[in-house]
């Protein structure tokens, strides 16, 4: 347990330094504890010590662990690729999902949310342009946000997005800004002028994603150390 809290303190702590470093408040950012392929007991250990974001790249593993460790006051996202028959789990059990980039899972996420609290979306960008990676290129972010904030029992929050190579993130053309950039034109838009989330940044870019915005940082090994 004081591991745990160990841990937590060094990411809080990064957190709050570049928050402030960016002349923004630590308060507005939230630590999402990447908990795939970790043991439930790490994080039964990070709920005591006080983290309430979980996210999850597996349906069946994720559904497990939810239903076994039956935590109270926890949120859990949903950040990894959306298969259409996996859409009522993940629509049932989740009250974040980070990995939509198609209007198909969206609106079958929306058919599917059978509870009274609306599900939080956010639209995964290929901000880089990768053939081989999950997301909406950026210039066809615009139509599918507008259809996707258009549908019932979802909120679209705002983007997420993964860089090609977190190294260069703090780049001339940082992939971090180019993604504030096209969530700031987005938000001039009236049906989208809600979005206020923008998932980016993971444990060796939470300074520079902060820096351009980030609202959810997703941190992984830096909490829970390598996975099982």
């Known amino acids: 347990m004081h591991k745990m809290r160990d841990k937590i303190t060094e990411v809080t702590t990064r957190i709050t ?58 949120r859990w996202h949903f950040i990894g690729p959306i298969q259409s028959n996996k859409t009522r789990a993940i629509a049932e059990q989740f009250d974040w999902v980070h990995s939509v980039d198609r ?16 599900l939080n979306l956010c639209l995964q960008i290929n901000i880089d342009d990768e053939s081989n990676k999950a997301g909406v290129r ?21 983007l997420m997005v993964i860089p090609l190579n977190p190294t260069t993130a703090a780049s001339e053309d940082c992939p971090f800004m180019r993604t504030r950039l096209l969530f700031e034109r ?21 300074e520079t994603a902060i820096a351009q915005g980030a609202t959810i940082v997703r941190v992984g090994t830096a909490l829970f150390g390598d996975r099982d």
């Open 17 to 74: 330094n570049a928050a402030l470093s960016a002349n923004r408040n630590p308060a507005e950012i939230t630590l999402l504890a990447v908990s795939k392929r970790q043991t439930e007991q790490k994080i039964a250990a990070a709920h005591a010590a006080g983290l309430r974001d979980f996210g999850e790249n597996y349906l069946q593993e994720a559904s497990t662990k939810i239903k076994r460790l039956q935590l109270s006051d926890t």
């Open 103 to 118: 209007l198909k899972i969206a609106q079958r996420l929306s058919e599917q949310r059978g509870q009274s609290t609306p």
């Open 138 to 158: 950026p210039d066809e972010a615009e139509s599918l946000a507008l259809k996707i904030a258009a549908l019932p029992n979802i909120c679209l929050r705002g």
């Open 186 to 206: 987005l938000k001039t838009l009236p049906q989208l002028a809600n979005m206020d989330t923008l998932s980016m940044g993971m444990s060796a870019d939470i």
